[in-house]
């Protein structure tokens, strides 16, 4: 990967942790989290009341299906048993859109384009409620 692409892709995290502050969500950028590590990692993790998500972001120039490699794939499967995992897509005419994290090879664009914006994605981190202990 080019360095080109991944500072355009670290600064697409670094927006959406802005984003989501300004929303009143924190959120931790995992640094090194697209590094070929054995430790699986996201690129940010988010917290809201107690509840955490991780969140793996994709940026497009264009709106089409998006692949992940069966490494990703396993780095993603092995987080959601802990975490719940969503994937955040960013294409510049559709903005940011959410879909959670199912274990397949590919996004179709179509699930994406119907996903959830970031707004909606804000109210429902902020709705779920906490399992008592």
């Not at 987080?79 to 859109?97: C, D, F, H, M, T």
Request: a positive charge; aromatic letters at 10%.
């Amino acid at each position: 990967m080019s360095s080109k692409i991944k500072r355009k892709g670290t600064n697409k995290e670094r927006e959406l942790r802005e984003k989501l502050f300004k929303k009143g969500i924190l959120s931790f950028r995992v640094a090194g989290s697209g590094s070929t590590r054995k430790i699986p990692a996201l690129d940010l993790i988010v917290v809201y009341k107690n509840k955490a998500y991780g969140i793996e972001v994709k940026t497009m120039s264009k709106l089409k299906n998006v692949y992940l490699r069966e490494e990703q794939l396993f780095k993603l499967l092995t987080i959601s048993e802990y975490i719940e995992v969503w994937i955040a897509i960013y294409q510049r005419n559709i903005g940011w859109k959410f879909v959670k994290f199912k274990p397949l090879r590919v996004i179709p664009k179509d699930i994406i384009k119907k996903s959830m914006d970031l707004d909606q994605f804000v109210e429902y981190v902020k709705s779920k409620k906490i399992d008592s202990i």
